[in-house]
């Protein structure tokens, strides 16, 4: 069955970074659109990032553009989130989404930025 295996979350400064990992087993990676979400305490969860199982394209919230980057590496079945410049609003449980037919969905991991 598809797994989405989340890590990389914390305690973060303003301005700081943080790499975001999803492990994914269970099905054919380049088939997929793979993607970030992310949903604040209220609020309803948003896309934050995505790329074809391929890497062929990718797609951001612009209110991430130019500070995230998502990437795949295909070997490992593994997609990143490179978070930099991060701002206090940017604090969310963060998820990863496998897409093709129907959507999978990782359990989750904390970012917080907090001074």
């Known amino acids: 069955q598809v797994q989405l295996v989340e890590s990389g979350g914390g305690l973060v400064q303003p301005g700081g970074s943080l790499r975001l990992s999803c492990a994914a087993s269970g099905f054919t990676f380049s088939r997929y659109r793979m993607s970030w979400y992310r949903q604040a305490p209220g609020k309803e969860r948003e896309l934050v990032a995505a790329i074809a199982g391929t890497g062929s394209f990718t797609n951001y919230a612009d209110s991430v553009k130019g500070r995230f980057t998502i990437s795949i590496d295909n070997a490992k079945n593994t997609v990143y989130l490179q978070m930099n410049s991060l701002k206090p609003e940017d604090t969310a449980v963060y998820f990863c989404?496998?897409?093709?037919?129907?959507?999978?969905w990782g359990q989750g991991t904390q970012v917080t930025v907090s001074s």
């Open positions: 989404n496998a897409y093709f037919i129907l959507h999978y």
